[in-house]
């Protein structure tokens, strides 16, 4: 018959469950900082080719000069 009084050690399951958490966490935060640091390289490269998209646009742009008269004709069209 089992002793009901007697306690059972448990303390290596949770030294491993704790190393296992430690080990899973240090994972996510690595693979997060390495995610974010591409994901930031990228927005930076995006940017660039934004502003230099931005900048040929301008050198081509005119400015439409029209009067109220000139609207009824632009609508129709």
């Known amino acids: 018959m089992k002793n009901p009084f007697k306690k059972h050690d448990n303390s290596n399951k949770l030294v491993a469950g704790l190393t296992l958490g430690a080990i ?4 996510i935060v690595y693979l997060y ?3 974010k640091a591409d994901i930031d390289a990228a927005a930076a490269e ?3 080719h934004a502003q230099d998209y931005l ?11 029209s009067t109220v008269s000139d609207l009824a004709d632009i609508v129709q069209n």
Do not use: D, N, S, V
């Not at 899973?24 to 994972?27: E, K, N, V």
């Not at 900048?55 to 000069?65: D, F, L, P, Y």
């Open 24 to 27: 899973f966490a240090g994972a």
């Open 33 to 35: 900082t390495k995610r």
């Open 46 to 48: 995006l940017k660039e």
């Open 55 to 65: 900048k040929e646009k301008g050198k081509q742009a005119k400015k439409i000069k």
